[in-house]
T-cell receptor
């Protein structure tokens, strides 16, 4: 149980275009989803927190107009990188939690590798 | 602000030897503490967690960790490593905001297993 999927696993896009990444909780309802960014050989940095049906809360320094997050249902959150630039190339990881889980516990997706050319 | 320090970027251990990965955290109160493992192409897998109670916690795959409040540490240990343990290990801290907080991760420790 507690499986989180991400699609696509890899995506290459041209500079200036937008790309959407999906995060789905497959066997549970996720009241809260989180989006992280991981640079090569580095740690995961929290980008934003989204609760179903409400606006996402972005961490300081994360451009909300560039990284659009939508959590339209209890099983799906999307991250859209708008007007992508090469510096947006990174590994994006989502996680999800349910009130039924242990306190603070999150279930992570396998990540999406974004390359902007 | 909370933070996590993993002082060892790389650690090399012989197969069958014991392992200790260090983690120090900074937080205003007692946080939630986690250890995750990340293998290439895999999502983060939770090894163990500490919320309260017994300061020595047991996890999956034979791992354990000890919470030491006086040292602000949560070191991960395994008595005998296997080649399959080679991976990236992350220590993380979460706030007690009703579980609605994202996690703060350390930079990770890359574990290499020598035959």
């Amino acid at each position: 149980g507690a499986v989180v999927s991400q699609h696509p696993s890899r995506v290459i896009c041209k500079s200036g275009t937008s790309v959407k990444i999906e995060c789905r909780s497959l066997d549970f309802q996720a009241t809260t989803m989180f989006w992280y960014r991981q640079f090569p050989k580095q740690s995961l940095m929290l980008m934003a927190t989204s609760n179903e049906g409400s606006k996402a809360t972005y961490e300081q320094g994360v451009e909300k107009d560039k990284f659009l997050i939508n959590h339209a249902s209890l099983t799906l959150s999307t991250l859209t990188v708008t007007s992508a630039h090469p510096e947006d190339s990174s590994f994006y990881i989502c996680s999800a939690r349910t009130p039924l889980a242990g306190m603070g516990e999150q279930y992570f997706g396998p990540g999406t590798r974004l390359t902007v050319t | 602000a909370q933070s996590v320090t993993q002082p060892d970027i790389h650690i090399t251990v012989s197969e069958g030897a014991s392992l200790e990965l260090r983690c120090n955290y900074s937080y205003g109160a007692t946080p939630y503490l986690f250890w995750y493992v990340q293998s290439p192409g895999q999502g983060l897998q939770l090894l163990l967690k500490y919320f309260s109670g017994d300061t020595l916690v047991q996890g999956i795959k034979g791992f354990e960790a000890e919470f030491k409040r006086s040292q602000s540490s949560f070191n991960l240990r395994k008595p005998s490593v296997h080649w399959s343990d080679a991976a990236e290990y992350f220590c993380a801290v979460g706030g007690r905001g009703g579980g609605a907080d994202g996690l703060t991760f350390g930079k990770g420790t890359h574990l290499i297993i020598q035959p």
